[in-house]
């Protein structure tokens, strides 16, 4: 018996902690990257690139991409298919660009959770030959399961960065 009210009471803490937290996320990571705005705008438009930096799409070189539309226009996408549980399968598709200074592309994740979140990049020129690039990415947390995205969420914020990091290297180089 107590292990059942230690059970209800485990539940309800849980949902209540839920209750408290947002129903919806925001993460951002940002880097300065020692090129032209218009450099870093090209590259960074382009999915094909994300092999390059993206860890999530290093993380399984095995992984299917497909890509459809014109590369770097609204309406382009690309598909991943990875036997990976941690990269899984889905789709980005850039849904609006304000160029050199803002994409917008909706990724919609199949595997292994179904979800559909924005993710941001905005680009603002400052002089010199550097350009600041910020990468939001934003979507619904709905309750309970927002409980669990606070210990999940601070991984994925960490990845960003490492994106950030790995995205001004190759432009650098490039």
Same mark, same amino acid.
């Given at each position: 018996? @107590?292990?059942?009210?230690?059970? @209800?009471?485990? /539940?309800?803490?849980? %949902?209540?902690?839920? #209750?408290?937290?947002?129903?919806?996320?925001?993460?951002? #990571?940002?880097t300065?990257?020692?090129?032209? @705005?218009?450099? /870093?705008?090209?590259? /960074?438009? %382009?999915?094909?690139? !994300?092999?390059?930096?993206?860890?999530? +799409?290093?993380?399984?070189?095995?992984?299917?991409?497909n890509?459809?539309?014109?590369?770097?226009? +609204?309406?382009?996408?690309?598909?991943?298919?990875? *036997?990976?549980?941690?990269?899984?399968?889905?789709? !980005?598709e850039?849904?609006? %660009?304000?160029?050199?200074?803002?994409?917008?592309?909706? +990724?919609?994740?199949?595997?292994?959770?179904?979800? *559909?979140?924005?993710?941001?990049? @905005?680009?603002?020129?400052?002089?010199?030959? !550097?350009?600041?690039?910020?990468?939001?990415?934003?979507?619904?947390?709905?309750?309970?399961?927002?409980?669990?995205?606070?210990?999940? %969420?601070?991984?994925?914020?960490?990845?960003? !960065?490492?994106?950030?990091?790995?995205?001004?290297?190759?432009?650098?180089?490039?």
């Amino acid at each position: 018996m @107590i292990i059942f009210y230690f059970i @209800i009471w485990l /539940v309800a803490l849980v %949902l209540i902690i839920a #209750a408290l937290l947002p129903k919806y996320f925001e993460l951002k #990571a940002e880097t300065t990257i020692n090129a032209p @705005i218009q450099k /870093v705008w090209d590259y /960074v438009k %382009l999915f094909e690139n !994300q092999k390059y930096y993206s860890i999530w +799409v290093m993380k399984d070189p095995n992984s299917v991409l497909n890509y459809s539309g014109e590369q770097g226009t +609204v309406g382009a996408k690309q598909n991943r298919n990875s *036997t990976m549980r941690d990269v899984g399968a889905g789709e !980005q598709e850039i849904i609006s %660009l304000q160029e050199p200074t803002k994409m917008e592309v909706e +990724v919609r994740f199949e595997r292994p959770m179904k979800a *559909t979140n924005k993710a941001t990049n @905005i680009l603002v020129d400052m002089g010199n030959n !550097q350009t600041k690039i910020s990468n939001i990415f934003t979507g619904k947390n709905p309750r309970p399961g927002n409980f669990i995205s606070m210990f999940f %969420l601070p991984k994925v914020k960490k990845d960003m !960065q490492n994106n950030m990091n790995n995205l001004k290297v190759q432009v650098e180089k490039a």
